[in-house]
């Protein structure tokens, strides 16, 4: 047996917000019933709907609006209807092993609704259990009192044997699939079940303004009778017992159903995480090799102005010789320096396409523009009621929790501005920018050669030329620096989404760790 308490106390803290109160709020509606529930359940296309349709004719109630007849999968929500002193649930059908997501909460709602439920009446056609098979094997397993949990297998007349022109052949068969049921759930004798054919050879199709003696002529073989007085005969003098027992079913598959969820939410979040985290080393990688490559150009740049002036004055050059040259120069020093910086954008750009090519970048780029957006003005939270709803609201108060820990973590954070350089080539900015030096310098040296080359080697001659040879080697740095600065914005560019979320997704994983194992713990 769970501890109900724990589980609601462990419903409370969970990560992100509490689904205590909305679980509790369910049970506490089912609770105030104060005469029996019943609820039909199994696959769709089971009958379970015509089956309701039947109960309810056969009582003399109008058939409410809501319930369809159809071989097509027509309930979607969990109803009732009130036969004799019973409530009867109609539910959705189980779609085993469907992938779509309509399919998946319809059958979250039928094992919702079989909780809070104190007779469960599952409904199967002559085939028996297939694919749901499993399924209900879970659900009769949940622990129901003696004479709570029924079985009925529908539209018999459609098993293979006429009961108009072979009744003895009809209830050879039908006797011959009890035994069969009873096998595949190990299910004893005191467990109810019924052989019916609800809407003999489909007399009344989908029709729902029908009269009682719509079925005469098939009552002494359809077996609703029995269905029919069982249904009369349950008592509201059991429901104390009925309740608790519900109250154990409803909350262990609360309890199942929640742990499953933050597992399938753990092992995604996990996922992300790991693309978070590996986006932080390669920004880390990058921007070290990056600041290796600015410290390889500006020592390559160190003396090599003054080297190229020394040069040239010893060599006698001219002002134009000396610009040629200081263009030159600079020039084989940039391009030597810019293929690196290419080589390195180049390789971001190939792990940039290698990452999003992976699987697991297509449900991180999804969490991050999820929590870039902003909601709709007045929308609704998502969540349908009962345990599918809940479980919806699940993923929702996580994203919720991870947009708080990122809007925190954004304030005091400074607008980052990134400018990406485009068309990237060979560039001949650097030496272009020194040119109006490289002149100056030049005349610097056509006056120390007109006759003034003794006060080229005065303090005050020596101070000028340095002086021009640190301006020209801070102008070539500052040209430069925005190709630097393009690539740096560029690793900040395809790895902020990454870097952003890295902590805060580090600790939701943490936290959903923790949820689990103390929900496993309850069990």
């Known amino acids: 047996m769970v501890d109900i308490e724990a589980v609601r106390d462990w419903l409370g803290r969970l990560p992100g917000g509490s689904l205590a109160g909305r679980y509790a709020g369910d049970w506490d509606a089912f609770a105030r019933h104060d005469r029996p529930v019943l609820t039909l359940f199994g696959s769709y296309d089971t009958g379970k709907s015509s089956l309701l349709r039947r109960l309810l004719v056969d009582a003399g109630v109008e058939v409410p609006g809501w319930l369809t007849i159809s071989a ?167 429901l104390p017992g009925w309740r608790q027992a519900a109250g154990q079913r409803y909350w262990s598959v609360v309890l199942d159903d929640t742990v499953t969820e933050l597992r399938r939410q753990l092992a995604d979040y996990t996922a992300q995480a790991e693309v978070a985290a590996g986006g932080v080393a390669r920004r880390d990688g990058w921007q070290s090799e990056l600041d290796t490559l600015d410290r390889a150009a500006h020592a390559g740049l160190d003396g090599l102005i003054e080297e190229v002036m020394r040069r040239s004055w010893a060599s006698g050059a001219g002002a134009a010789e000396l610009q040629a040259e200081i263009q030159r120069t600079l020039d084989e020093w940039f391009t030597k320096h810019d293929v690196r910086l290419q080589r390195l954008r180049q390789s971001i750009r190939k792990a940039k396409e290698r990452e999003r090519a992976r699987p697991s970048w297509a449900g991180f780029a999804s969490l991050a523009a999820t929590l870039r957006a902003e909601p709709e003005p007045g929308a609704a939270p998502a969540g349908t009621g009962g345990v599918a709803g809940h479980l919806e609201q699940v993923g929702t108060m996580l994203i919720g929790a991870l947009k708080a820990v990122n809007d925190v973590s954004a304030t005091g954070r400074k607008t980052r501005v990134v400018t990406v350089a485009q068309g990237w080539g060979r560039h001949v900015g650097t030496a272009e ?57 560029e690793i900040v560019a395809e790895t902020a989404d990454q870097v952003d979320l890295d902590a805060s997704l580090r600790e939701l994983v943490g936290q959903l760790q923790q949820a689990v194992a103390e929900g496993e713990g309850l069990r």
């Open 433 to 489: 920018a020194v040119l109006p030096l490289a002149v100056y310098l030049a005349k610097v040296v056509d006056d120390r050669r007109a006759g003034q080359a003794r006060q080229s080697q005065d303090r005050a001659a020596i101070e000028q030329r340095q002086q021009v040879v640190d301006e020209a080697t801070r102008h070539a740095r500052d040209a430069w620096q925005p190709f630097v600065d393009a690539v740096r914005d």
């Open 72 to 238: 097509r999968h027509e309930t979607f929500e969990v109803n009732d209807a009130e036969v004799g002193g019973c409530t009867v649930r109609d539910t959705p059908g189980f779609a085993v092993g469907a992938s779509d997501m309509r399919a998946q909460n319809n059958a979250r709602r039928a094992r919702a609704a079989v909780g809070l439920t104190d007779v469960g009446i599952a409904v199967l056609t002559p085939q028996l259990a297939t694919a749901e098979r499993d399924l209900l094997q879970q659900l009769v397993a949940r622990g129901w009192p003696a004479g709570t949990m029924w079985f009925v297998i529908s539209r018999f007349d459609e098993a293979g044997a006429d009961p108009e022109y072979d009744l003895a052949a009809y209830r050879d068969l039908a006797a011959r699939k009890v035994g069969e049921l009873r096998e595949m759930f190990a299910l004893d004798e005191r467990v109810p079940v019924f052989v019916v054919a609800q809407d003999p050879f489909q007399s009344a199709g989908p029709d729902t303004g029908l009269d009682r003696d719509t079925w005469d002529e098939f009552r002494g073989w359809d077996g609703m009778g029995a269905l029919a007085d069982a249904v009369a005969a349950v008592s509201p003098s059991a």
